[in-house]
């Protein structure tokens, strides 16, 4: 704990990850995904959704092994990052000051590793470039207009959402079951209902990011290119409308299994007392508003996460039950009428 001022973060702003192979990525991220090119070298792409005018929201780095190398937070200044500074010295854990274009594109910022695990940097300046909302020329049926969140798996979802309140975000919706365990929890600074979702499992690993699109019919169109690719076999989970968040959803798998969601409609969350939506953990629609089962895939994997020196990081198992094996398999029990429940999977 500490009682410094945490820094005053926006918004998600950019994730930077490790891909194995970067033509394979570029296939997938610039040729399905139709995501821009800012900048790329023998070593990286450095790529933007068509509304955004700064530098990058997706980093792609050729390394070893696939793995999360950053999650980055833009803050409200530049005096932001120096608040960002003191406020990680005091709280006890790693901090590293990283220059101006230590990141191509990025300001003086700093990088922590923070307490549930995650290499995090906190920036203010960046380079603008053009936004191309109105370049419609340029822009493909499957459109992606934003970065919209974060998701991260982390054994202690209450003592993560202890964390990331001390930073200022604000919970949306969570996922309880009737002894108050929690599973998930979806937190945020702008406006929606989350720049960060915490999801309870063995980490810290990623879960998925998530980039938002205008329509849900540019989702569509996304899942009939995959088709006509035949690769239709990157389509995870999908698509669908979350009962949490009303999003409509498809998550789909990158050439190195990192997991990213096309998202939209879902709602504001700018007024102060914004109300919180809890969801039993046993509601069938929580997950899927029309009852599609979750694939268990999507519970089980998870990216590796680096520390600020590039290694992986040691996996802490989730000691509280887990999701999945209360509501799917044999054991699973489920409802989409609270008064009628039933067994899924089980002929009880
Ligand atoms: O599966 S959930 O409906 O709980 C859900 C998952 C809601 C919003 C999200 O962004 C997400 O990844
Ligand atoms: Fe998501």
């Given at each position: 704990m500490t009682s410094l001022t945490p820094p005053d973060v926006i918004r998600c702003a950019y994730a930077e990850l490790i891909v194995t192979d970067l033509a394979k990525s570029r296939a997938f991220y610039v040729g399905v995904l139709g995501l821009v090119v800012t900048y790329e070298d023998a070593d990286a792409i450095y790529l933007r959704a068509f509304e955004e005018y700064l530098h990058h929201s997706l980093v792609l780095r050729r390394g070893p092994v696939a793995a999360l190398a950053a999650l980055a937070y833009r803050v409200r200044s530049q005096a932001e990052v120096e608040t960002a500074f003191e406020y990680y010295t005091d709280l006890g854990v790693r901090v590293e000051r990283r220059e101006a274009g230590a990141t191509r594109g990025i300001g003086a910022a700093v990088r922590i590793e923070d307490p549930l695990g995650f290499p995090i940097e906190f920036f203010y300046e960046a380079d603008h470039v053009e936004r191309l909302t109105q370049r419609y020329d340029l822009q493909g049926a499957g459109a992606i207009a934003r970065l919209d969140h974060f998701n991260i798996v982390t054994p202690d979802v209450p003592a993560a959402m202890e964390y990331y309140s001390g930073l200022g975000f604000k919970v949306s919706e969570d996922i309880e079951d009737d002894q108050q365990t929690v599973f998930a929890a979806w937190m945020y600074r702008k406006a929606t209902v989350h720049d960060i979702a915490l999801t309870g499992g063995?980490?810290?690993r990623m879960h998925h990011i998530a980039f938002s699109t205008h329509e849900r019919s540019q989702i569509l169109h996304l899942c009939d290119h995959l088709g006509a690719l035949r690769e239709s076999d990157k389509i995870e989970r999908g698509p669908g409308r979350h009962g949490v968040s009303n999003a409509f959803y498809l998550y789909l798998l990158d050439p190195d299994g990192h997991r990213i969601e096309i998202y939209t409609h879902d709602y504001y969350t700018g007024d102060p007392d914004n109300p919180v939506v809890k969801w039993d953990v046993h509601d069938n629609q929580r997950r899927d508003w029309w009852g599609t089962p979750v694939v268990p895939s999507w519970y089980a994997n998870a990216s590796t996460v680096l520390d600020l020196d590039g290694t992986p990081r040691e996996i802490r198992e989730r000691t509280e039950t887990k999701e999945a094996d209360v509501t799917i398999g044999a054991d699973g029990f489920s409802f989409?009428?609270?008064?009628e429940g039933f067994k899924i999977g089980s002929q009880v």
């Open positions: 063995d980490g810290p989409t009428r609270k008064d």
